[in-house]
């Protein structure tokens, strides 16, 4: 059993750190992409729902210009750095304190420092975007409790610029989207290029149909060289077709590209074209037919972007052979968790069975979790303490 973190956990792990009351507690969700990988960062379509995992803030200011942000499973271990050598951090807190910086560059107002702590259900390492969690839940607080005059749209991007400009990893916009603007019970249609998004629909309690995310236990790294050279062939692709973005190319562009760089953009050219494929369905009330989508899509990703991992691949084998509809790795790729959509009678049998194939192949054991849509990044449900 994973352990959820709730609200007055955080606040007791505030109020014992810091010695006072946090001014408010923000939540952001982590979450999983249905279908359009690597499409964001070129400024595609993809179709991400939120889960019920989350990242929660608590958060209040200061009278001077430090910033400490804390875990609180560690709180007596905080990072502590000022406003101006934000941009310097390092390590899992340079996702809180690069959104801190972003969002000033961003026009937020004031002076005052933070103290901030944070505790989160979102598996780290597992392609369900805790890093993204952890951004949003800050942004949140952050522009709330300022009383930024700052669109979820902007906050978003903030998240994304910490982990480009500071963290150094680059990720496109869709993590960040996902988590402060996904609604319960559906997926977003976001243009990577705009930023329009539309609701979608899941309807998969209606069929009785259930999504599970495997975490394959192999970890990844979106700051390391694998994520960045496919980003760089991306780029490299478009320009020498002479469009903006892979968003813009057709299938028959792309035949006049060679080698990996015709292999990378076929990705994403066919992957764009499921994103749509399966919004048809969804919006046609028919989810059990997105199965063979999402299959594809694990094909796509495995031999022409080349970010599956043997381990990825054994979970969407083994799940597919045992009443699965659709499985494929979500994330960046090269470790992570397996997205498989399951009738719910299924669920528990397919969870077995990618157990004890990871068993038989030498991988990690996975850890199986069925997730369920939810809502956006939100503030608490929580009053601070009347002051003694």
Known sequence: MDARLTTPDVVRAFREAVGREPEGVFAAPGRVNLIGEHTDHNEGHVLPFAIDRHCRV????????????????????????????????????????????????????GEDGWDLVVAGDVPLGSGLSSSAALECAVALAVAEL????????????????????????????MDQAASLLCRDG????????????????????????????????????LADGGYADRRAACVAAAAALGVPALRDATPAMVERLDGDLQKRARH?????????????????????????ELTA?????????????????????????????????????????????????AAAGI???????????????????EVHPAAGARREPWTPAPRQ
């Open 146 to 173: 300022t009383g930024a005059d700052l669109d979820r749209p902007t906050l978003a991007r903030a998240g994304r610029r910490a982990e480009n400009d500071v963290v150094g990893a680059p990720v496109g916009i």
């Open 268 to 292: 994403v050219v066919t992957e764009q074209a499921r994103v749509h494929r399966v919004v048809e369905l969804l919006r046609a009330g028919r989810p059990a037919e997105v199965g063979p």
């Open 58 to 109: 608590a958060a209040a200011r200061r009278s001077d210009d430090t910033v400490t942000v804390r875990s609180a499973q560690a709180p007596d271990a905080p990072v502590t750095t000022t406003l101006d050598a934000l941009p310097r951090a390092r390590g899992w807190s340079a996702y809180a304190l690069g959104t801190l910086w972003a969002l000033r560059e961003a026009g937020l107002p």
């Open 351 to 369: 969870g077995e069975v990618v157990v004890r194939r990871a068993a038989d192949d030498g991988h990690p054991e996975p850890v199986v979790r």
């Open 297 to 345: 899509s694990h094909a796509s990703l495995r031999d022409d972007f080349g970010v599956s991992v043997p381990a990825l691949d054994a979970v969407v084998e083994a799940a597919l052979e045992h009443g699965a509809l659709g499985a494929r790795l979500v994330g960046g790729g090269f470790g992570g968790s397996v997205l498989v959509l399951a009738p719910a009678s």
């Open 186 to 221: 559906a997926a977003l249609l976001l243009d990577c290029r705009t930023l329009e998004g539309e609701d979608v629909a899941l309807g998969l309690d209606e069929v009785g149909l259930v999504t599970l995310v495997v975490d394959t236990r192999v970890r990844h790294d």
